[in-house]
RNA sequence: GGAGGGGUUCCCGAGUGGCCAAAGGGAUCAGACUGUAAAUCUGACGCGCAAGCUUCGGUGGUUCGAAUCCACCCCCCUCCA
């Protein structure tokens, strides 16, 4: 018999606990045996996005606690679009796109949950499978006759839409929330799914699969929802400058990705350490006495950037995302042997290949504009201009920005052919010119 | 189908014939200070090294000159039927 738990002191205690159909009954429910619960994922990307590692990693927290997690993949609410707390209606994309998604983020769930430990195994749908094949009079007599249009009117998540005025919201996506519900209805008749977690966002949508389980299959189901993810300074969480913060490591390198846990801020570091690691409170409030009692830079940005990193990216993942940080941040580039800057490359730092007389015509701000290192020409004239670019440590001037071969002399090149160029503090792109 | 209100640079939002590459705020980028923080201050912020080029839903037109005026079209909102 496996070791079930009441996960939900320890959720309260990271503050991942943000609503719930009743504490006291979730508690009683959850000790008392093995459930299955689910979450949707909707399929907007052809990744999932660090937005979405929260009820993921909670997922996760509810199988370790003996309990059955469903990921279920909006095969079919994906090609209809939630409208919750979104200010303007989306683009439809076209099935074919939304099929593809589909199929990479089931890849990718399978990575973070367990689908091989017995009763708790994980399990992956597709919401699609029970939709596609509703005939429109059914939909609407059987499952659309429990909604009020009334009570629909009244969420919270489509406040805006409705009252706001120059905005507005179709049929399809005020549908949404039906199809949302009907996928709760359907897990709870096919897998005694008795749990759906969320965003705090998706309180409403869940809420009418909660009503409508007991009204169409007599069963009582449970609801928790998470906090949505703030940063302190007010800015949305997940982006940078260099745009969203995806899982795929083709998307966003394990660099990348261990640099922007790294730059968590002071203020949200400890929360973030309760929300994205399995650490125990305990240890992440100790770990924050320790920082509090030290002067200077904290060390949980360190340990946060490890903890998640190695949970999305593994071993490998971690250790390249560390290669890089420590040649870059720490190290001293002229120590650098061939092999380590191949590594950096391999690592995942953004890097270009070039042929020395490719050199000859262009200007350097074209150059780090088009390898990414800036959004535009003006951004680099502008760092040009504040000696915030270096190339293997030597700073360039605006003079530099038309003579672009001399900006890479064969004479400084590391081993023979590499350039390390840095754009600000944080931006770094390898140039291999032979 | 009728009446009215809108669509401005990443977002919000000013601008109603030249002084507009377009106020202000946010976001973003760079610098100073630091710890690859935060806060603050400074600069940048359509593209271009520059000369210059391309923008204000779309297409045509009026004008020496249009984001601003006219025509048609597309989309959104409100009310009425």
Same mark, same amino acid.
């Given at each position: 018999?496996?070791d /079930?738990?009441?996960?939900?002191?320890?959720?309260? +205690?990271?503050?991942?606990?943000?609503? #719930?159909?009743?504490?006291?009954?979730?508690a009683?429910?959850?000790?008392?045996?093995?459930?299955?619960?689910y979450?949707?994922?909707?399929?907007?990307?052809?990744?999932?996005?660090?937005? =979405?590692?929260?009820?993921?990693?909670?997922?996760?927290?509810?199988?370790?606690a003996?309990h059955?997690p469903?990921?279920l $993949?909006?095969? *079919?609410t994906?090609l209809?679009?939630?409208?919750s707390?979104k200010?303007?209606?989306?683009?439809?994309?076209?099935?074919?796109?939304?099929? @593809?998604?589909v *199929?990479?983020i089931?890849?990718?769930m399978?990575?973070?949950?367990?689908?091989?430990?017995?009763?708790q195994?994980?399990?992956v749908?597709?919401?699609?499978?029970?939709?596609?094949?509703?005939? $429109?009079?059914?939909?609407?007599?059987?499952?659309?006759?429990?909604?009020?249009?009334?009570?629909?009117?009244?969420?919270e998540s489509?406040?805006?839409?409705?009252?706001?005025?120059?905005?507005?919201?179709?049929?399809?996506?005020?549908?949404?929330?039906?199809?949302q519900?009907?996928?709760?209805?359907?897990?709870?008749?096919?897998?005694?799914?008795?749990?759906?977690?969320?965003?705090s966002d998706?309180?409403?949508?869940?809420?009418g699969?909660?009503?409508? =389980?007991r009204?169409?299959?007599?069963?009582? $189901?449970?609801a928790?929802t998470?906090?949505?993810?703030?940063?302190?300074?007010? #800015?949305?969480?997940?982006?940078?400058? =260099?745009?969203?913060?995806w899982?795929?490591?083709?998307?966003t390198?394990?660099? *990348?990705?261990?640099?922007?846990w790294?730059?968590a801020?002071? #203020?949200?570091?400890?929360?973030?350490?309760?929300?994205?690691t399995?650490? @125990?409170?305990t240890?992440?409030?100790?770990?924050?006495?320790?920082?509090n009692?030290?002067?200077?830079?904290?060390?949980?940005?360190? $340990?946060?950037?490890?903890?998640?990193?190695?949970?999305?990216?593994?071993?490998?993942?971690?250790? +390249? +995302?560390?290669?890089?940080?420590?040649?870059?941040f720490?190290?001293?580039?002229?120590?650098?042997?061939?092999?380590?800057?191949?590594?950096l @490359?391999?690592?995942?730092?953004?890097?270009?290949?070039?042929?020395?007389?490719?050199l000859?015509?262009?200007?350097?701000?074209?150059?780090?504009?088009? /390898?990414?290192l *800036?959004? =535009?020409?003006?951004?680099?004239?502008d760092?040009?201009?504040?000696? +915030?670019?270096?190339?293997?440590?030597?700073?360039?001037?605006?003079?530099?920005?038309k003579?672009?071969?001399a900006?890479?002399?064969?004479?400084?090149?590391?081993?023979?052919?590499?350039y390390v160029?840095?754009v600000g503090?944080?931006?770094?792109?390898?140039?291999?010119?032979?």
């Amino acid at each position: 018999m496996i070791d /079930v738990r009441d996960p939900i002191a320890d959720l309260t +205690a990271r503050g991942l606990v943000f609503q #719930t159909t009743g504490e006291e009954a979730l508690a009683e429910h959850l000790s008392s045996g093995s459930r299955t619960l689910y979450c949707g994922f909707d399929p907007t990307a052809d990744s999932l996005h660090i937005g =979405s590692l929260v009820p993921l990693l909670t997922l996760r927290r509810f199988q370790l606690a003996g309990h059955r997690p469903i990921a279920l $993949v909006g095969g *079919a609410t994906g090609l209809v679009g939630d409208p919750s707390f979104k200010a303007q209606e989306r683009d439809l994309k076209s099935r074919d796109i939304i099929d @593809s998604w589909v *199929a990479k983020i089931r890849l990718q769930m399978g990575e973070y949950l367990d689908f091989d430990c017995g009763a708790q195994s994980a399990l992956v749908v597709n919401n699609l499978d029970w939709t596609q094949d509703v005939d $429109v009079l059914s939909f609407l007599r059987d499952v659309g006759k429990h909604f009020s249009v009334n009570n629909m009117i009244q969420r919270e998540s489509v406040r805006q839409r409705i009252e706001r005025e120059g905005s507005g919201i179709s049929f399809t996506e005020f549908t949404y929330m039906i199809l949302q519900a009907y996928d709760f209805a359907e897990l709870a008749n096919r897998y005694d799914c008795t749990l759906q977690i969320g965003g705090s966002d998706q309180w409403g949508n869940i809420v009418g699969g909660v009503d409508l =389980s007991r009204r169409m299959y007599g069963k009582q $189901v449970q609801a928790m929802t998470m906090p949505l993810v703030t940063k302190s300074d007010g #800015t949305k969480f997940g982006k940078t400058e =260099s745009g969203t913060i995806w899982l795929d490591p083709g998307r966003t390198s394990p660099y *990348a990705f261990y640099q922007f846990w790294l730059n968590a801020a002071d #203020t949200d570091v400890y929360s973030y350490l309760k929300f994205f690691t399995f650490l @125990s409170v305990t240890d992440i409030d100790d770990l924050q006495q320790a920082d509090n009692e030290r002067q200077g830079r904290p060390e949980a940005q360190g $340990v946060l950037a490890e903890q998640v990193t190695r949970f999305i990216h593994g071993d490998e993942g971690l250790a +390249a +995302a560390r290669r890089i940080t420590d040649s870059l941040f720490q190290g001293t580039l002229d120590k650098m042997s061939e092999s380590d800057l191949q590594q950096l @490359s391999l690592d995942g730092l953004p890097t270009t290949v070039l042929k020395r007389h490719e050199l000859h015509d262009g200007t350097l701000t074209q150059l780090l504009a088009d /390898v990414g290192l *800036a959004g =535009s020409g003006k951004q680099i004239k502008d760092a040009l201009g504040r000696q +915030a670019v270096t190339v293997n440590n030597m700073t360039l001037g605006l003079e530099a920005n038309k003579e672009l071969a001399a900006c890479f002399p064969a004479e400084a090149a590391l081993c023979g052919r590499y350039y390390v160029t840095r754009v600000g503090k944080k931006k770094y792109h390898l140039f291999e010119i032979d």
